[in-house]
C-alpha cells in the first residue's frame, strides 16, 4: 500500500536457524517446536535473537518478530531444507525403513554405494554418521533432527559425496524430520514378507527418495 511504513524486520537475513534456546546468537530464527516453554524466550531478545517461529504467538516474552505457523516442525524442516541451499537435491538419498534390520541394511548398502562410488556415500544411521565415506563418527539419534540433518547433508555434499544411506525411523516420520521437499529421483519400496511396521510408515509418512 502506498505511504505505509516499512516493518524494519521485513528484510533481515538470518545468521542461523535453531530450536535449541541455548545457542540462539545475533540474528537467530529460533523454531519454537514440540513442548516449548514460553519462559524460553525470556532474555532472547538481549541475546540478538531476531525472530522466531512457533505455532502460537509471544509476545509477551520478547520483541522478536513472530512467524506463526500451522506445524513449527514441518516449518523447521523446509526452512532448514532451503537455509542450507537443498543439499538434499545434490545427492541421491536412500532411506531404510521398517521394524528391524535397518541398520544392517544401511551398512551394507552404504558399503556398496562406496565402492561403486570411490568412496563417495555419506551415512546417517543409529551407529554412526559418515560425512566424507571414510570418518564415521558416533550418532545421537537413529534419525537427525531435520535442522541438523539437512547441516550434515550440506557438509557431505560439500565433501564431495554423491549418495546419502540413511536410516528413517517410525518416530522420525511421526514428528515430520523427513518432511521436505523431495528430490526428483526415482522412487522404489521394498519390504520383507511380514514387515507390516515398515509399510505401514511408508504409507503414512513422506516418501524418501528410495526406501529398501
Not at 61 to 90: C, M, N, W
Not at 134 to 153: H, V
Amino acid at each position: 500500500m502506498s505511504g505505509a511504513p516499512e516493518d524494519p524486520s521485513a528484510d533481515v537475513r538470518f545468521s542461523s536457524i535453531t530450536y535449541d534456546t541455548r545457542t540462539v546468537g545475533d540474528g537467530s530464527l529460533l523454531v519454537c517446536k514440540g513442548r516449548f516453554r514460553p519462559a524460553y524466550l525470556d532474555g532472547m531478545d538481549e541475546r540478538g535473537l531476531a525472530a522466531y517461529v512457533a505455532e502460537t504467538g509471544y509476545a509477551d516474552h520478547t520483541d522478536a518478530p513472530g512467524l506463526i505457523v500451522h506445524d513449527a516442525r514441518k516449518a523447521l524442516s523446509l526452512l532448514a531444507s532451503e537455509f542450507y541451499g537443498r543439499p538434499q537435491d545434490e545427492l541421491t538419498v536412500i532411506g531404510i525403513t521398517g521394524t528391524k534390520g535397518k541398520t544392517t541394511t544401511a551398512y551394507l548398502t552404504h558399503a556398496i554405494l562406496n565402492a561403486h562410488s570411490d568412496g563417495r556415500c555419506a551415512l546417517f544411521s543409529s551407529v554412526d554418521n559418515c560425512l566424507d565415506g571414510r570418518t564415521y563418527e558416533e550418532s545421537d539419534l537413529t534419525t537427525p533432527e531435520s535442522l541438523d540433518a539437512f547441516r550434515m547433508m550440506r557438509q557431505a555434499a560439500d565433501n564431495g559425496m554423491r549418495y546419502l544411506v540413511m536410516e528413517v525411523s517410525s518416530q522420525a516420520y511421526k514428528v515430520h524430520r523427513g518432511h521436505r521437499r523431495r528430490p526428483t529421483t526415482p522412487r522404489t519400496a521394498r519390504h520383507r514378507a511380514g514387515d507390516r511396521q515398515g509399510a505401514r510408515t511408508l504409507d503414512q509418512g513422506p516418501e524418501p527418495a528410495c526406501a529398501l
